[in-house]
């Protein structure tokens, strides 16, 4: 039993930590966990041996509120984002020295169980029964910020809320991260074209903070990744490489690093159209980018939203 007021947070992306930083900031002490080996989520970056980085999951934010310009302001002020001076008209921030920097920011002093993988949640008279792999343990209230149809999962095919989930839509995207021997053509920091199976190329080396070596990043466009969503990473990068080579006019033999990421729930395409789901019993709270729209900064209101509603609730 981990006390009273006991909150499991379950996922720290940035929906799970903007809710536990409000909840923290009332006094509260939620637990978070999350199946991956850090905070972030999707707020990624990979590092390489040979010094080399990618931000292989969002690649900037934007702000259209004031709450998230102030946090941004904020960020940018304690050194962990900075903007991202391009060709673009609306003001790119991106994390510094990668975009996970925005979420370590936000997990400082949170209770963050990492490597951790929720596979069940239950209710129970003491409140919410939460599965780790080797535990059971009991909070009154839990707040899921995973993927809709991953959450759906957590809830099982009978709970009150599946048909909200299920209406949810999210795509995938395959993703690549490539570096290549020096003196290779650099046509452009950054190019959206959503007509091209790569809908998305970045020079990723160019936001700041990042170290020298030229890494580019690209992201197939939805369609060409659901159909080859399966393939095996090392065949999915070999074909986004041949790609990537063609749409910058690299020569491929100088490749020195080709790696292909598959998120499968990547950016929403039906969201829910509220910023969160509460079951009947007002302890069971779902959130996350999936309520809104495809964006952090959506992934950060929904995360506010639950809060603010479960503080006024208690
Ligand atoms: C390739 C790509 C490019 C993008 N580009 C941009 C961009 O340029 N700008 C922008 O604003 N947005 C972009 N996005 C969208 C943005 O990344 C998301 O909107 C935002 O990061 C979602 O945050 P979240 O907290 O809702 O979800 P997530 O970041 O997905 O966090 C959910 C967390 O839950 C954890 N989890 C799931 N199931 C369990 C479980 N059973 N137990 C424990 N933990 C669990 C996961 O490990 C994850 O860390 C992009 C997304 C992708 C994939």
Redesign the pocket.
């Known amino acids: 039993m981990i006390g009273e007021r006991s909150i499991a947070v ?9 809710c536990a930083r409000r909840l923290a900031a009332a006094g509260l002490s939620p637990v978070i ?4 080996r850090g ?6 970056t990979r590092r390489t041996f040979e010094g080399l980085q990618f931000d ?7 702000a259209r509120k004031d709450g998230f310009r102030e946090l941004l302001a904020d960020m940018r002020q304690a050194g962990v984002a900075d903007v991202w001076e391009d060709s673009a008209c609306s003001k ?1 921030f991106v994390g510094t020295p990668g ?1 996970t920097a925005l ?1 370590k920011h936000l997990a400082e002093g949170l209770d963050v169980r990492a490597n ?4 069940n949640i239950s209710g129970s008279t003491a409140g919410w029964i939460v599965t ?1 792999g080797a535990e059971k343990l009991n909070f009154q209230r839990v707040v ?4 809709a149809q ?2 759906a ?2 809830l099982g095919p009978t709970h009150a809320l599946a048909a909200d989930l299920e209406a949810v839509e999210i795509n995938p ?1 395959l ?1 690549l991260m490539a570096a290549f021997g020096s003196g290779q053509p650099e046509p452009f920091v950054t190019r959206r074209d959503p007509e091209d199976p790569l809908s ?1 190329i970045a020079l990723n080396s160019a936001k700041p903070a990042r170290p020298a070596p030229p890494c580019w ?1 690209a ?1 197939a466009g939805p369609k060409w990744s659901a159909a080859h969503l399966e393939a095996a990473p090392a065949v999915i990068a070999q074909q986004m490489l041949r790609l990537l080579c063609d749409r910058l006019g690299t020569d491929p033999t100088t490749v020195r690093y080709a790696v292909a ?1 598959r ?1 499968r ?4 395409a039906e969201p829910l159209g509220r910023p969160f789901l509460r079951d009947e019993t007002g302890t069971l709270y779902l ?5 809104l ?8 209101t ?2 506010v939203a639950i809060a603010q509603d479960m503080l006024q609730g208690m």
């Open positions: 379950i996922g720290a992306g940035m929906a799970g930590l903007s966990f999350d199946k991956g905070v972030g989520g999707r707020l990624a292989h999951g969002a690649q900037y934010v934007t790119r975009m979420a951790v993988k929720i596979s780790t899921i910020t995973a993927p991953q959450a999962v957590l995207c993703t998305w990043v992201q990421h998120w729930y990547a950016n929403v959130g996350g980018d999936w309520c729209e495809a964006r952090v900064e959506a992934a950060w929904s995360g």
